[in-house]
């Protein structure tokens, strides 16, 4: 089992815009194809301008097959041309984690 942990920041002031258009044209075609987060919340403290989303995959093949499904889906296309027009998106941080010896991880 991997997770896949990933932040992203906004522009300062932009946050909740941004995820008003996910909520609106993305959540549901991504959950459709990657099933359901893990985790998805937006930062408390530190940088609040970021939110964090973690997905869980049965290995990276798994992950690589659903996140080119994703891809190729036309609504999620349209989701991306959104978000880039409204640009309130400037960094984005991926990371692959992988439970610990002693971990036994339950799936949502």
Not at 37 to 48: F, L, R
Not at 90 to 95: F, H
């Amino acid at each position: 089992m991997i997770y896949d942990h990933r932040t992203y920041s906004c522009r300062p002031g932009t946050i909740r815009k941004h995820l008003a258009l996910y909520g609106e044209h993305g959540f549901q075609v991504q959950r459709r194809h990657l099933g359901e987060p893990i985790v998805y919340g937006a930062v408390e403290t530190g940088d609040v301008n970021s939110y964090v989303h973690i997905w869980c995959y049965d290995d990276a093949a798994d992950r690589a097959a659903r996140r080119a499904a994703l891809a190729a889906d036309p609504e999620w296309q349209a989701y991306l041309k959104k978000s880039a027009e409204a640009g309130y998106l400037v960094s984005q941080v991926n990371q692959i984690l992988t439970p610990v010896p002693f971990f036994t991880p339950k799936r949502g």
